[in-house]
């Protein structure tokens, strides 16, 4: 599969995520991190879009932390894209 047809698929995912919370958060962080992203980048995305909504909304909303298990590079891309873009 090229890039710009698994760029199109990680899209779809972050945007269907069951919630309109999630669909809304995860989305535009998606939309944010797909402009810049290598392939080499895109099977960790994949694996990031794996990660439970109720995890990655607290972690959002700093009601939780990532455990050392949740090692991933994108998580604390998430984290610190929120709360730099806050208005």
């Given at each position: ?17 069951g ?6 958060i ?26 439970a909504?109720?995890?990655l ?8 932390h990532?455990t050392?298990?949740?090692s ?10 929120h709360?730099?873009?806050k208005?």
């Amino acid at each position: 599969m090229d890039i710009e047809s698994k760029k199109k698929r990680l899209y779809f995912i972050a945007n269907h995520r069951g919630t309109k919370e999630a669909d809304i958060i995860i989305g535009r962080f998606t939309n944010f991190i797909l402009k810049n992203i290598t392939d080499a980048q895109l099977n960790d995305f994949n694996d990031f879009l794996q990660i439970a909504d109720d995890k990655l909304i607290n972690w959002y909303f700093k009601r939780d932390h990532p455990t050392p298990k949740d090692s991933n590079p994108f998580i604390t891309t998430f984290i610190n894209w929120h709360h730099d873009n806050k208005n």
